[in-house]
């Protein structure tokens, strides 16, 4: 008697064993999927670049002061290029531009103003284009409304004596490399930052380094239009080095690079788990009980005859 009954415990238990297992599975695929919708990512990056293209969204961040900068402002019309002095040597191509030298400068940028910045190998020159599509007065020099078009070239030792220019924006670092493209990146390298499950912070779940070539964006969750970043960047060995950093969000980066189709970067839970111990333990746990129920129900006798 006490045999059936207790082989009729074993048969119970290996029953509840596997629907355990089953609850247990469950459990963990629910993990997976809560990670996925909460999903959430901060992008870290820092590059040094020969060039870089910024479309400013805000004002707070957007005032810009160097000592002295020389301005190409763009004229209306072209002159006839016997009307230029070809013995003076010049700034600006004298022909295209008027040429302003100016000292205590402030630049001030719009929302969606759209500019390129190239920096000067030979000499550390940092040049601001102001692009075609801007709207009239979306930059601000002083007092001065340049048309699209005008360059504001900033002495590299003036840049330095400036230190760092901070922005928020929409930010394309680099150009794709090919023949004739100096706007390029030289290196750099990302870092990818997830909230925790306990807790305010961020842990890092992904890191990597970029190729010189490499045009780098962070973008929304198409993977085609840019994210709002907020950075900085400073002048460094005659090359721009931008400090950028991305809001949690459901954003990615994004890597084009020659001879390669786009790369999208992000982290995935196996990432996260590695790397958050908190995260570890929850995947884990369902995964270690589930291992010691089948074990038991393994090594159960079974139903014995009276």
Known sequence: M????????????RLGAKGAAFLFSVLIVLIWIAYSLQFKQSHVISVATAGAEITFSRNLTSHWRVPRATLCARR?????????????????DPVL????????????????????????????TLDILFLADNAPGAVRVNDLTPRPGSILKVPADAWRAAGSFAFTGRIAIGEVASSGVGRIVLSGRYEIREPQ?????????KSGDFFSGDRIRIVDDSGEASAEVTGFFISEDKVMRFQVVSPLGR????VDRLGSAPSIISSNVIDRSL????????????????????????????????
């Open 197 to 205: 499950v306990f807790g305010t912070s961020t842990v890092s779940v």
């Open 251 to 254: 954003n990615h980066l994004r």
């Open 275 to 306: 790397s958050d111990p908190w995260l570890l333990f929850l995947s884990l746990l369902p995964a270690i009980a589930l291992t010691v129920l089948q074990l038991f129900a393994a090594i159960a006798p079974g139903r014995r005859e009276p």
């Open 2 to 13: 006490n045999t059936g009954r207790t082989s009729g415990a074993w048969a119970r238990f």
């Open 76 to 92: 209306e019309n072209r002159l006839r290029t016997g009307a230029v002095e070809e013995t003076v040597e010049r700034a600006c």
């Open 97 to 124: 531009f008027e040429e302003l030298d100016l000292s205590e400068v402030e630049i001030t940028f719009a929302k969606d103003a759209r500019l390129l910045f190239d920096a000067t190998s030979e000499t550390g």
